[in-house]
């Protein structure tokens, strides 16, 4: 009778079930169309960006909310999730690579150098076609390779991290249908349990996220998903401060502006202002809650996040 009791216990309840297809049918409807970028720009070597932003968080985490206030500003243009550094990062990774970089002359320190060129190629034409000088990305696959984007473009570029609640990042992961089994997502604890498999790859690289940022604690500004929604008037000025930008309330208005669109949110064309989502993972019951818990302890503390409230 027991063993029944805790059987039932664990299963999602229904109305969970019901808003997590709910949201699928939503995410299929409004995901946005690519939007290629039409306008021809002429290469100009001596125009380069060389103090760009790296908005760094999570799937889920508020990343494209916060890709769209920055894109908002009128010096700083920020693609839709670009992708292509994480087949950069082979280069400098990849044994056979490097040999054969080294017996064409280029040590590490010149590949990396080269890597910044190359990616500066692509972005400074980005935010040129803008008529802004200077660029921003928002990949959240980038939080795994931290340390490469600092070696190819530190010691000037700048780190915005966003953080918010994990269990409510992972609540929604799950209602997404994300699924971190495959090599691509190069899983350090692998669970054949479905939640505890996003658990775990949640903790994984949240915890590669702050390591980082206690490492360069200098160029990096925090900013927690649930205090930018409540009060952004108040948040974003010390943000783009930190930035060296000049404060524009007219990002408050980022969703009247224009903004290229890729692969993302698919809610983000229909998002108007701040829509703070909070405490959604309470529908879970108290076995998954317990598990979470249990994996994520570490991360919950450093963060300042409880499961008790």
């Not at 600092?150 to 700048?158: A, L």
């Amino acid at each position: 009778m027991a063993a029944q009791q805790r059987h039932r216990d664990y299963r999602t309840p229904l109305r969970f079930t019901l808003r997590k297809l709910r949201q699928k049918i939503t995410r299929r409807i409004l995901q946005p169309k690519i939007i290629r970028q039409d306008r021809l720009v002429v290469v100009d070597e001596s125009d380069r960006c060389t103090n760009p932003i790296f908005l760094i968080g999570l799937h889920r985490s508020g990343t494209t909310l916060m890709r769209q206030i920055v894109d908002s500003h009128s010096r700083i243009a920020c693609p839709a999730e670009s992708f292509f550094l994480t087949g950069f990062n082979q280069v400098l990774q990849n044994v056979r690579y490097q040999r054969g970089l080294q017996g064409m002359g280029f040590d590490r320190q010149a590949t990396a150098q080269g890597l910044n060129r190359a990616a500066g190629y692509f972005f400074d034409n980005y935010r040129r076609s803008k008529g802004k000088p200077r660029w921003a990305d928002k990949t959240p696959e980038y939080v795994r390779i931290l340390p490469f984007i600092e070696e190819v473009f530190g010691p000037t570029c700048q780190y915005v991290m966003l953080y918010r609640h994990p269990l409510d990042v992972i609540n929604s992961l799950l209602a997404s249908g994300w699924d971190f089994n495959t090599e691509q997502w190069e899983c350090l604890t692998y669970h054949e349990d479905h939640f505890l498999n996003v658990v775990s790859y949640h903790a994984d690289v949240l915890q590669r996220q702050l390591d980082f940022q206690y490492e360069h604690e200098s160029r990096c500004h925090v900013i927690r998903y649930e205090e930018l929604v409540a009060d952004p008037a108040n948040i974003l000025p010390p943000m783009f401060e930190f930035l060296g930008e000049p404060w524009e309330p007219e990002v408050l208005a980022f969703h009247e502006k224009s903004h290229d669109r890729g692969v993302g949110d698919g809610y983000a064309p229909a998002t108007k202002g701040f829509r703070p989502s909070v405490g959604n993972w309470k529908d879970w019951n108290a076995q998954q809650i317990e598990q979470a818990r249990s994996i994520l302890a570490r991360q919950l503390e450093q963060l300042g996040y409880s499961i008790d409230d």
